[in-house]
T-cell receptor
Framework: DAMVIQNPRYQVTQFGKPVTLSCSQT?????MYWYQQKSSQAPKLLFH???????NEADTPDNFQSRRPNTSFCFLDIRSPGLGDAAMYLC????????????FGPGTRLLVL | GQNIDQPTEMTATEGAIVQINCTYQ??????LFWYQQHAGEAPTFLSY????GLEEKGRFSSFLSRSKGYSYLLLKELQMKDSASYLC????????????FGAGTRLAVHP
């Protein structure tokens, strides 16, 4: 089945130690998104790629970076995680156009010690 | 700024009907999504409204009034598995389908 895959499902890192979360998709969608969702809060868009075109949200901290080496994969790099970065990180995709459904992966829950 | 409001929590009885409201004030509007999210899992798509009116899909229906900035999700014949958070999300005109989510409504269905 075509899907959005995120690995790992749970990630533990230490304060200040760089961490990378990965997302892959078999839907061949042009657009990939990264959201941060803290407990009982709305998912918050961090950035998205339309193909190779990177779009950063204005309020996304510089601590967060992203890479998309090809259509299928997208990575979220947190350069120096702080305690406030503990959250669920959701990857989503959409075909590429207006008013489309976004398809979410299962998420990676990040714990910062 | 963008503002999307939904009730924080609701409870309902198995077999009953529940309506979850969502109001929005956004700069630009393209359409409105409803997603279901079980605890610790990813959101899953339920419905998408662009035009005013009611869209029915099985036990779930969604309504939109663009002039009032208002939507609701109607769940009929509630089942225990419907216990989840329901997220209202607005997609803005222009740009690449950016979604602005509400904080979600946590629905508890009890026997």
């Amino acid at each position: 089945d075509a899907m959005v895959i995120q690995n790992p499902r749970y990630q533990v890192t230490q304060f200040g130690k760089p961490v990378t979360l990965s997302c892959s998709q078999t839907l061949n969608h042009n657009v990939m998104y990264w959201y941060q969702q803290k407990s009982s809060q709305a998912p918050k868009l961090l950035f998205h790629y339309y193909d190779k075109d990177f779009n950063n949200e204005a309020d996304t901290p510089d601590n967060f970076q992203s890479r998309r080496p090809n259509t299928s994969f997208c990575f979220l790099d947190i350069r120096s995680p702080g305690l406030g970065d503990a959250a669920m990180y959701l990857c989503a995709t959409s075909p590429g156009g207006g008013g489309e459904t976004q398809y979410f992966g299962p998420g990676t829950r990040l714990l910062v010690l | 700024g963008q503002n999307i409001d939904q009730p924080t929590e609701m409870t309902a009885t198995e077999g009953a009907i529940v309506q979850i409201n969502c109001t929005y004030q956004t700069s630009g509007f393209n359409g409105l999504f409803w997603y279901q999210q079980h605890a610790g899992e990813a959101p899953t798509f339920l419905s998408y409204n662009v035009l005013d009116g009611l869209e029915e899909k099985g036990r779930f229906s969604s309504f939109l009034s663009r002039s009032k900035g208002y939507s609701y999700l109607l769940l009929k014949e509630l089942q225990m598995k419907d216990s989840a958070s329901y997220l209202c999300a607005v997609t803005l005109s222009g740009g690449y389908n950016k979604l602005i989510f509400g904080a979600g409504t946590r629905l508890a269905v009890h026997p």
